[in-house]
Nanobody, 115 residues
Framework: QVQFVESGGGLAQPGGSLRLSCVFS????????VGWYRQVPEKQREWVAL???????QLADSVKGRFTISRDNAKNTVYLQMNRVKPEDTAVYFC?????????WGQGTRVTVSS
């Protein structure tokens, strides 16, 4: 059974940091490009970051210079390190493979940035 479980969300103050984790099960994790997405109410889910099987990374312009993505293939886990967070980073964060599989979305982890 394919399952992606996100964790690490919570409340952060503007300028603070959070580290999100996503554990993948049921797939050969190491061969996939994987990514982070986020969604706020009444808006479409947007792509945030990706990391290829070889470790190459890409980040959305809105988070470039503040967020980093990494992976640990031994743990089937992808991370999103969020630094210098802003109120506009408030969202539910999800992970998925790329190309996205709509049947693989998990519950997400909620991030709130507020003073």
């Amino acid at each position: 059974q394919v399952q992606f479980v996100e964790s690490g969300g919570g409340l952060a103050q503007p300028g603070g940091s959070l580290r999100l984790s996503c554990v993948f099960s049921g797939i050969s994790f190491s061969i996939y490009t994987v990514g982070w997405y986020r969604q706020v109410p009444e808006k479409q889910r947007e792509w945030v970051a990706l990391i290829s099987s070889g470790g190459g990374t890409q980040l959305a312009d809105s988070v470039k210079g503040r967020f980093t993505i990494s992976r640990d293939n031994a743990k089937n886990t992808v991370y999103l390190q969020m630094n210098r967070v802003k109120p506009e980073d408030t969202a539910v964060y999800f992970c998925n493979v790329l190309p996205v599989r709509s049947d693989y979305w998990g519950q997400g982890t909620r991030v709130t940035v507020s003073s």
